[in-house]
């Protein structure tokens, strides 16, 4: 089936080039998200990741900053140049981040809120929808037909690991379900290895390989200073860490003859 590509900002996913999205699970202060931003799109990120409300199985632990992000996603936004994408929790988050926002994720506990999606339908901004945890491959692309039902056709799979018994990784990455995606849906399918395995030293493997599946592109995490992230730093990349991925990114892509997407098109000016 033929790709649909999406684009997000100055960004398109979903062409000839392999996007790299990137950036710390959440923004947890100006300084920390200027520096991995600024980082991350010196090395090759096309898009910028960063959340601002965290959806947590622990009620105890850190749950985003919330709307004190708002600035700090903004500024670093505006100094960066790259489109940024944020999970969108609830439907009444919708309206809150859009306006500072290229694109709004749906992360894979909310993949079955049917509302949320019928929300984001409406809309006209970029979804990048992750499969749910537990989701059979045909319930990923039916929650994708939800947010198209209502109009809004810039969509973005993303496989982010399913649950098994597996207890070496956090998830299971199910690369050949993202390949099935891509050969079954129209829309440019990412591969999240930060969360579908839990383990820095796994994260470039499997962009890797999700590169030579022909798949659009990868998100991950970047910290830096894991041991001090108060979020999922267990998982995330360091800044050397994220730069030796995209050198390695780089010699993968040039023997398959794909580039890496630029991190800002020509003439491109983020908003806000």
């Known amino acids: 089936m033929v790709t649909r590509p999406v684009r ?67 500024e670093v936004r505006r100094a960066t140049g790259l489109p940024f994408v944020v999970e969108v929790a609830a439907i009444e988050q919708v309206d809150v981040l859009a306006p500072h926002a290229d694109a709004l994720q749906v992360g894979s506990r909310n993949m079955h809120n049917y509302y949320l999606l019928k929300e984001l339908g409406r809309t006209r901004i970029p979804v ?50 993202a390949v099935w995606a891509r050969q079954h849906s129209p829309f440019p399918v990412l591969v999240d290895p930060s969360h579908a395995t839990g383990r820095p030293e796994l994260v470039t493997p499997m962009c890797l390989a999700a590169a030579a599946a022909g798949l659009d592109g990868v998100m991950v ?25 995209t050198r390695a990114l780089r010699s993968i892509l040039g023997a398959l003859g794909r580039p890496l997407s630029s991190p800002v098109e020509e003439g491109f000016s983020p908003a806000g």
Request: aromatic share 8%; net charge negative.
């Open 8 to 74: 997000v900002g100055g960004a398109v996913i979903g062409g000839d080039a392999f996007t790299v999205v990137a950036g710390p699970c959440a923004i947890e202060s100006r300084g920390q998200f200027m520096t991995v931003g600024r980082h991350v799109r010196d090395e090759g990120a096309a898009v910028l990741r960063g959340g601002i409300f965290k959806m947590r199985t622990d009620p105890h632990s850190f749950q985003g900053l919330g709307p004190e992000a708002l600035a700090y996603a903004d």
């Open 128 to 177: 990048l929808l992750k499969r749910g945890f537990a989701a059979e491959l045909r319930e990923w692309l039916l929650a994708a037909e939800y947010v198209a039902a209502g109009g809004n056709e810039s969509i973005v799979l993303c496989e982010r690991g399913i649950r098994t018994f597996e207890p070496e990784m956090r998830n299971t990455l199910d690369l050949a379900g």
């Open 221 to 245: 995490e970047v910290h830096h200073d894991n041991a001090a992230a108060l979020s999922d730093g267990f998982q995330a990349l360091t800044l050397e860490g994220f730069s030796r991925l």
